[in-house]
């Protein structure tokens, strides 16, 4: 059992040996994960003194104007897994293409794969509302020795070996799973050290809070219109509590402590929805299934769901076990 306050240095030691590949590469994954998210944590915690607020000016390949800190915390994750010759490819939201690392050499003889959503909540940014990061990590498919394709990327999210998330909030917390349980980490910013907060995570079976952009209620599937009338009906222990910030880590984070459900829907605008299945979806889900939760596209896991683009999206229904069930049913019986 995870001992509370812990450093996260310790217990990435002391569970190494938990990993069915434990080499100490993943470790030192986990470890330059850390590092790129204090020097993250460091700018968005001075962003209004600083200049790293507002748009760079460019568009990403999602076509959406990309802030200063999107692409800075891109290349700060990018450059520290790169140096730290572990990673053999890296994909992210703000790139458009994956990159191949090739390693020591040229050797292309690195074993993981990291697909990365740098900032998570980029509209909330530039008004002091929470922001996070999102990280997925599979080993490679194709041979070492031989430059990373497009297969080592498009595996479906139960192959992951580890993912997790990064909050920058009133606290920052790294939130992560390398397969054996869920376990939250508080930064002490006074000496820049995570310690274990959170063993153990839990999400609770249900709750009373639903998270959705209910400004786009019209152009919704009938079952979600269904299920979030359900919400607020005056029955039993409803109505719940509408809960939206708009990042989806701190909606997620939220609801994995108090319970709840966080849907983003296929739209009549976006038939896929909005999230990014590869770097959003993928590893929330992995996150809230070690935690006891589950996560779909309304209809199927999304854990099995074989990608096909590097940057498709799904629809997304996340979170405690018995909400997330009753939007399900919903959703079929509006088919
Ligand atoms: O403003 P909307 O349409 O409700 O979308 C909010 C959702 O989009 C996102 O901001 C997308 O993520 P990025 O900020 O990384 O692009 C999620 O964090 C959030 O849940
Ligand atoms: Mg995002
Ligand atoms: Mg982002």
């Not at 104007?65 to 890296?90: H, P, S």
């Not at 003889?109 to 997925?136: C, E, H, M, Q, R």
Request: aromatic share 10%; glycine share 8%; net charge negative.
């Amino acid at each position: 059992m995870p001992k509370k306050n812990q450093t996260l240095g310790e217990f990435i030691i002391e569970n190494q040996s938990e990993f069915q590949y434990s080499s100490g590469e993943l470790s030192r994954l986990i470890n330059s994960i850390r590092l790129a998210a204090k020097v993250v944590n460091h700018e968005v915690n001075k962003a209004g003194l600083v200049d790293i607020l507002g748009t760079a000016g460019e568009t990403n390949i999602q076509g959406e104007d990309q802030q200063k800190l999107d692409v800075y915390a891109n290349e700060v994750f990018i450059k520290t897994l790169t140096n730290r010759e572990i990673v053999c490819g890296i994909a992210s939201e703000e790139e458009d293409d994956f990159i191949t690392i090739k390693g020591r050499n040229e050797k292309n003889d690195n074993k993981y794969i990291v697909l990365i959503d740098p900032l998570d909540g980029s509209s909330n940014i530039d008004v002091n509302v929470s922001v996070g990061t999102i990280f997925s990590i599979y080993r490679r498919v194709t041979a070492s020795g031989t430059p990373v394709t497009m297969e080592d990327f498009l595996q479906p999210g139960n192959l992951q070996v580890a993912a997790g998330y990064i909050v920058y909030g009133t606290s920052t917390m790294i939130v992560y799973s390398t397969g054996h349980g869920v376990n939250g980490f508080t930064l002490n910013p006074a000496i820049g050290t995570y310690y274990l907060s959170h063993p153990n995570m839990r999400f609770p079976e249900t709750g009373n809070i639903y998270s959705v952009n209910e400004g786009n209620y019209i152009h919704f599937p009938q079952g979600v219109k269904n299920y979030i009338k359900y919400c607020q009906q005056e029955e039993g222990d409803r109505p719940y509590t509408s809960r939206y910030i708009g990042s989806l880590v701190s909606d997620f984070h939220r609801n994995m402590i108090k319970g709840g459900i966080y849907i983003y829907p296929n739209t009549s605008k976006d038939p896929e929805g909005k999230l990014r299945l590869l770097y959003e979806c993928n590893p929330i889900a992995y996150i809230a299934e070690q935690a006891g939760a589950k996560a779909s596209n309304g209809f199927m896991r999304i854990l099995d769901i074989k990608p096909t683009q590097l940057h498709q999206r799904v629809p997304f229904f996340c979170g405690s076990k018995l909400m997330v069930e009753k939007a399900e049913e919903f959703m079929k019986n509006a088919e």
